[in-house]
Structures are given as C-alpha cells and as structure tokens.
C-alpha cells in the first residue's frame, strides 16, 4: 500500500502563485508515472500534469506554460508550481502515483480556489 498526502492548497486572486506538494508513504515499492489530476464541481476529473520516474512531463493544455510539476525520487514527492492562476482552475486537486501500469494510488485532494 501506498499512502499520498497532498498539501498546498487554499485561496488565491487571480495571477497569483501556489506550490502543491504530494508525499507518498507506506511500503517502498518502486514509484513509476506520478500526476496531477483535478475535479471542478459538477465536471470530471481531468488530468493537468503527469511525470515519469526519469523525469519527462506532460501537461493538459490549459496549464502549457503556467504550471511546472516536478518530483523528487528520493523523497518520493510530487510538485505543482501553478502561476498566473485563473478562476478556472479552482478544483480540488488530487496527486496520484502509478506502482504499474494498471495500479494507481491517489490522495485525498487539496482544495485550490482562485478568486478575488
């Protein structure tokens, strides 16, 4: 079993910055992809960012140039820098960590609201 807590969320005006932190704990089996996903009320999860274990990323559209993930292998951890945030991206925001291919572990979610 592996165990994510994710931290970092809260409110923010529009064109502000927040930096989301996933650490993953339990047994120390290999971690391969980890991502970002996240879920506005009254839509589906939606993925805004993944990272393999070496390092190469990918991100939705809507987040190219805005937000940053990255990890740290070593501390088994995921990062989401997101700047020049938008009301759009208000959701909850949730980390996930793949063990295989078909396995995946996720957290409880952070809450990210951007508003004036």
């Known amino acids: 079993q592996v165990q994510l807590v994710e931290s970092g969320g809260g409110l923010v005006q529009p064109g502000g910055s927040l930096r989301l932190s996933c650490a993953a704990s339990?047994?120390?089996?290999?971690?391969?992809?980890m991502g970002w996903y996240r879920q506005a009320p009254g839509k589906q999860r939606e993925l805004v960012a993944t990272i393999a274990r070496l390092g190469s990323t990918n991100y939705a559209d809507s987040v190219k140039g805005r937000f940053t993930i990255s990890r740290d292998n070593a501390k088994r951890t995921v990062y989401l820098q997101m700047n020049s945030l938008k009301p759009e991206d208000t959701a909850v925001y949730y980390c996930s960590a793949y063990v295989s291919s078909s396995t995946a572990y996720w957290g409880q979610g952070t809450q990210v609201t951007v508003s004036s």
């Open positions: 339990g047994t120390s089996i290999m971690i391969y992809n």
